[in-house]
């Protein structure tokens, strides 16, 4: 058990509709990354936050937003879903803003029909 | 760019032998870090091994260690007496800068290990 938490593990909706991934990191972790992997993509950097603001962003969609709130904890939010954003979402988080290793939760498998 | 190559999308190794997934990646930093990570069938990726840049020495954790070529950028990870539970995806990863001041992984596409008993 990493102590990264995502919820929900399983997500089936249909295109056009929004979803929101939660994540809450480990004890004391400042930093939360999102990937996204996919099967012909891999593992695909999405965004990170460190301690409540946005510090990188990688390869995400327009129709993506994500926040950390004070708490830490953080959500991703994925709006006029496509066929093609089916893919597993991770969390992940680090202590600080600088990564020696990524702390992964177990993923949200997301399935847009 | 700044990528992760693992050449070979699958492997299989007999229980009890050794096995070794290659990687190699391309950078321009000098000072970074290295991991192979494990994605068994639940998902989760854990983190099997980790190598920094400016130690020579090469990392080992228990029946994973690594070979750390750096001028060749190579960074092969060996499994020794291979046990059924190894049997997952491994995902070699590079820590890459970013803008800002900021960091994240970069993973490679992975390599499916199979354990025959």
């Known amino acids: 058990d990493s102590g990264v938490t995502q919820t929900p593990k399983h997500l089936i909706t249909a295109t056009g509709q929004r979803v929101t991934l939660r994540c809450s990191p480990r004890s004391g972790d400042l930093s939360v990354y999102w990937y996204q992997q996919s099967l012909d993509q891999g593992l695909q950097f999405l965004i990170q936050y460190y301690n409540g603001e946005e510090r990188a962003k990688g390869n995400i969609l327009e129709r993506f937003s994500a926040q950390q709130f004070p708490d830490l904890h953080s959500e991703l939010n994925l709006s006029s879903l496509e066929l093609g954003d089916s893919a597993l979402y991770f969390c992940?988080?680090?202590?600080?803003?600088?990564?020696?290793?990524?702390?992964f939760g177990e993923g949200s498998r997301l399935t847009v029909l | 760019a700044q990528t992760v190559t693992q050449s070979q999308p699958e492997m299989s190794v007999q229980e009890a032998e050794t096995v070794t997934l290659s990687c190699t990646y391309d950078t321009s930093e000098s000072d970074y870090y290295l991991f192979w990570y494990k994605q068994p069938p639940s998902r989760q990726m854990i983190l099997v091994i980790r190598?920094?840049?400016?130690?020579?020495q090469n990392a080992t954790e228990n029946r994973f260690s690594v070979n750390f070529q750096k001028a060749a950028k190579s960074f092969s990870l060996k499994i020794s007496d291979s046990q059924l539970g190894d049997a997952a995806m491994y995902f070699c990863a590079y820590r890459r800068h970013m803008q800002g001041g900021s960091e994240k992984l970069v993973f490679g596409k992975g390599t499916k290990l199979t354990v025959n008993p």
């Open positions: 992940a988080s680090s202590p600080r803003q600088y990564v020696g290793e990524l702390f």
């Open positions: 190598q920094e840049a400016y130690k020579q």
